[in-house]
């Protein structure tokens, strides 16, 4: 099998290609990459020399990269996470999220029917169900919910969610979605929740809590977001929506609360600041069409699952210091000169 990872060098996209090689060895697998100031090639340093594995830099909207990749590379799957991925920066510019989310899905899958790719499967996000409401812990996202998005980011995703399911319908394109609610875990950029605060509690910065800190997430292990596009691709449906979570809700203080537990820091570092705008309340994964179709099921519990994140961050300073110094982006320079892949 031959598969195109887009936003491989991202958080949620170098797991899942760690993962794949690692669980289907005779899989070659294609990278491609805009590396934007979120994608970090040093993350994918372990596959580099792996033979089954090859990493292109472009971009998805480059409709010419993008067909002659999908000529030369002979493709069966087609796994986009591929994304601007960060709310507030949806806030301050939401043109680049149109043009990535939007317009780069629309040109892959012009592609997958060109070359006629037997899955193309697009990674979203709960976020397109928009928000529950706080003291209505009974209510919980299906696949069925409606689209219903929030922010400039959300509505990117959602609108993508939607062209997705047209290219099904109109041109039989043979795509899967799957809606996945927060991931944490290695590699996760330091703009987000949890790895903003325990690299700033490590360095005793104010922690910024958006409005009161009672907004409620559903945290998934990476690991298990992995795992479960793997199952959707190999025994998924064609034209099927998935809900991928784990009934592990936290109000955002409890979060903060309990990475600072862990590394022994003070409470006092937490900060109240202004909400985020339109800020969404509650998300929340009713994963049973998963499970039961799938027999997918999340290994990693919460309390274990932020354990293990931080320590990943203890152990690995090299990885997030690059990051907030900036060499990171000198990185493909450096390392990658003259090997595999393309400019
Ligand atoms: P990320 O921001 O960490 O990584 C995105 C990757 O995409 C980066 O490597 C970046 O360089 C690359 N990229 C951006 N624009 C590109 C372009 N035009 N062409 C090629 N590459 C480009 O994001 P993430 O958190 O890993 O999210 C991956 C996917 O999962 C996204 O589609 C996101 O919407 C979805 N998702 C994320 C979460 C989450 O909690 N992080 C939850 C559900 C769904
Ligand atoms: P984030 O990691 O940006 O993910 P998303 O907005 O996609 O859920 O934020 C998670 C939650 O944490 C969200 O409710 C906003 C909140 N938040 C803060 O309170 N402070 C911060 O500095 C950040 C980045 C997020």
Known sequence: MNVLVTGGAGFIGSNFVLQILKEHPTYRVVCLDALTYA???STLKPVMENDNFKFVKGDITDRELVNKLFEEEKLDFVVNFAAESHVDRSIEDP???LRTNILGTQVLMDASRKYGVKRFHQVSTDEVYGDLP???PDLFFTEETPI???SPYSASKASADLL???YHRTFGLPITISRCSNNYGPYHFPEKLIPLIIIRALNDEPLPIYGTGENVRDWLFVGDHCTAIDLILHKGREGEVYNIGGHNEKTNLEVVKAILKELEKPES????VKDRSGHDLRYAIDPSKTRSE???????LFDEGIKMTINWYLDNRSWWNNITSGDYKDYYVNMYGDRKGEE
Do not use: C, K, M
């Not at 570092?269 to 109240?272: A, D, F, R, V």
């Not at 799938?294 to 990693?300: F, M, S």
């Open 39 to 41: 994608g970090n090639l």
């Open 95 to 97: 043109g680049i999220f």
């Open 134 to 136: 706080l003291d209505r």
């Open 148 to 150: 219903h998005a929030s």
């Open 164 to 166: 997705v399911q047209a």
């Open 269 to 272: 570092l937490i900060t109240y």
């Open 294 to 300: 799938l027999g997918w099921e999340p290994t990693t």
